[in-house]
C-alpha cells in the first residue's frame, strides 16, 4: 500500500489504512445497531477510494472514508465525497477529528478536487460549519442513521 498522505503531529499520526480496518471504529460510533458486515459501504474497495486512520499511541482513535463522487445536488466534476468519518469517544473534543477532517480535505485537493461533500447527522453541522461546510438542501432520513443533511465544501484549485 502506498504510503503518501500520513501526517504526523506529536500528539496522533495519520495514515493510510485498509478499508477492513475502519469497521470495527465505524459501527462503535456510527452504526452500534447493525453488524460489522452492515457497516461496510458501497465503494469501500474500489480503486480511488481513501481510507484513513487517526492514531494515538498506536491506538486507533478516528477513520474516515473519502472517494470522488458527485454531490446529489449536481453535476460537479471532481467531487470528492467523506463517508464513515468516526472518532473514538475518548479522543473526541481533543482536535483530533479537525486533523482528520483537514487530512482528507487536503487529499482531496491533492487529486484536484473542487467540491468536498458529505451528509452531516444533524448533530454534526456545527463541526462541519466551522470548517467551511455549507448546509445544502433540507434534513432527510439517511437509512441506519437518522436525519442528515447535505454539506458542502468548496476545494482550493
Given at each position: 500500500m502506498e504510503n503518501i498522505c500520513t501526517v504526523t503531529t506529536k500528539e496522533m499520526v495519520i495514515r493510510?489504512?485498509?478499508p477492513s480496518v475502519t469497521l470495527a471504529l465505524r459501527r462503535s460510533i456510527l452504526r452500534p445497531h447493525l453488524s460489522?458486515?452492515?457497516c461496510r459501504h458501497e465503494g469501500d474497495s474500489n480503486a480511488e477510494t481513501r481510507h484513513f486512520g487517526a492514531y494515538e499511541n498506536a491506538e486507533l482513535i478516528?477513520?474516515?472514508s473519502v472517494f470522488k463522487a458527485v454531490p446529489p445536488n449536481g453535476d460537479q466534476a471532481d467531487s470528492w465525497r467523506l463517508r464513515g468519518?468516526?472518532?473514538?469517544e475518548k479522543?473526541?473534543?481533543s482536535g483530533s477529528g479537525k486533523k482528520?477532517?483537514?487530512h482528507c480535505i487536503d487529499y482531496a485537493n491533492t487529486q484536484?478536487?473542487?467540491i468536498f461533500w458529505c451528509y452531516a447527522r444533524i448533530t454534526a453541522i456545527p463541526f462541519y460549519e466551522k470548517y467551511g461546510f455549507k448546509i445544502n438542501g433540507v434534513a432527510f432520513d439517511f437509512p441506519?442513521?437518522?436525519p442528515v443533511k447535505l454539506m458542502i465544501k468548496p476545494l482550493i484549485q
Open positions: 493510510r489504512i485498509s460489522i458486515k452492515e478516528g477513520v474516515a468519518m468516526a472518532v473514538s479522543a473526541r473534543n482528520l477532517l483537514a484536484n478536487g473542487n441506519h442513521v437518522g
